[in-house]
């Protein structure tokens, strides 16, 4: 970042507007009128439009002492793509806006956006809209992601029947181990001038925390082989969390099989290292945006030729309720342990 920073002050609001959005192109052709005008003017075409929004507040959602405003960007965008993914569909559009206190510079807001736009390349999105106003509290950044699906291709929490496989893409417990060693060094740091942080052979769990993937990979796979999951979520707030969210909607049980959950190698040092339970970890960190979805028993050769896509269980009927198998057969209560934003 330039050491010359400019004072948002000096452009104004639709200044800065014009600055953060001049370079962007629109891509999609659902996306007929993007920035410039009082609203974005979409159209696809007899598809049905998916919308989900996520707001994200300094303090609470991000600390700055080691989140990069690029990547903090990135991630704010991802995030949004990875709910349209989990209904099976396209994001197409964003919108932005964002809260700013008088901390921050221009040089500081384009480094967010600089992320925020990066993502929108990768996964072929256009940004269309948004706003901006002062803070009080810090950074504010709410994105808005429209998306499309064809109707019968749209797949909802509320769909798995009591024989269904339940699958889960990539692995988990990363991002939650990312973060757990990036608070570490913050804690370690306080206080210390030329503090040098120890990030040696941790870079994949760092980047799960600092730069996350929405699955569009996995999506496309799915639908290469011919396979509609019956139900499907992103893994944001915990496997757990989102497991007993499918099985309360489809009204299902479920078994899941701990010797069976995905786990990486450097989330399983890195709980070493801090003495934490791995498993606790795969099941309730949460932000691993991992795919969790289930499928007919009659897919289930189909789904293990797959790469990246792990069997993990089985729904049940309702009555036998949510329940982890250990390595030793016992049966433990799920529990949803993920995070929550209300929660003392």
């Known amino acids: 970042m330039s050491e010359n920073q400019t004072e948002i002050s000096s452009l104004g609001e639709f200044g800065l507007i014009r600055e953060l959005t001049k370079s ?12 410039g005008d009082d609203a974005a003017v979409l159209d696809y075409s007899g598809k049905k439009t998916l919308v989900t929004t996520d707001l994200l507040l300094e303090g609470i959602h991000f600390d700055l002492t080691y989140v990069p405003l690029k990547h903090l960007g990135y991630k704010a965008a991802v995030v949004n793509f990875s709910d349209i993914y989990a209904m099976n ?14 901390r921050f510079t221009i040089e500081h807001i384009q480094e967010l956006y600089e992320g ?15 706003d901006t106003s002062a803070s009080v509290t ?5 994105i808005t992601c429209i998306g499309s699906a064809d109707e019968s291709q749209i797949v909802y ?7 269904d496989l339940i699958c889960v893409s990539g692995d988990l417990g990363a991002a939650y181990m990312g973060l757990q060693l990036l608070e570490r ?27 996350p993937e929405a699955r569009k990979d996995i999506v496309q796979k799915l639908a290469e082989n011919g396979i509609l999951p019956t139900a499907m979520m992103d893994v944001s707030d ?5 497991l007993m969210h499918i099985c309360s909607q489809s009204k299902t049980g479920c078994r899941i099989y701990e010797e069976r959950i995905p786990i990486d190698y450097q989330t399983a040092v890195m709980a070493s290292e801090l003495n934490m339970n791995l498993v606790t970890a795969a099941l309730n960190g949460g932000e691993d945006y991992e795919l969790l979805f289930t499928i007919p028993l009659s897919m289930h050769e189909k789904i293990q030729q797959m790469e990246g896509i792990r069997i993990i269980g089985h729904m049940t009927k309702p009555d036998l309720g949510c329940a982890l198998i250990t390595r ?3 049966e433990m209560e799920l529990k949803a342990q993920g995070w929550n934003a209300f929660k003392a």
Do not use: W
């Not at 962007?24 to 920035?35: P, T």
């Not at 810090?138 to 709410?142: A, D, T």
């Open 157 to 163: 929490r509320n769909g798995a029947k009591e024989t």
């Open 238 to 242: 915990g496997l757990s969390s989102e």
């Open 185 to 211: 060094e913050r804690v370690a740091s306080a206080g210390m001038k030329d503090f040098q942080p120890d990030f040696k052979g941790k870079e994949y769990i760092l980047e799960r925390q600092l730069k």
């Open 24 to 35: 962007v192109e629109l891509k999609n052709a659902s996306s007929l009128k993007g920035v």
């Open 89 to 102: 569909g396209k994001p197409e559009q964003i919108t932005v806006s964002v809260g700013i206190s008088k």
């Open 138 to 142: 810090g950074l504010i950044i709410s």
């Open 116 to 130: 925020i736009k990066l993502a929108c390349e990768v996964y072929g999105v256009d940004l269309v809209g948004g």
């Open 328 to 330: 030793d057969g016992a």
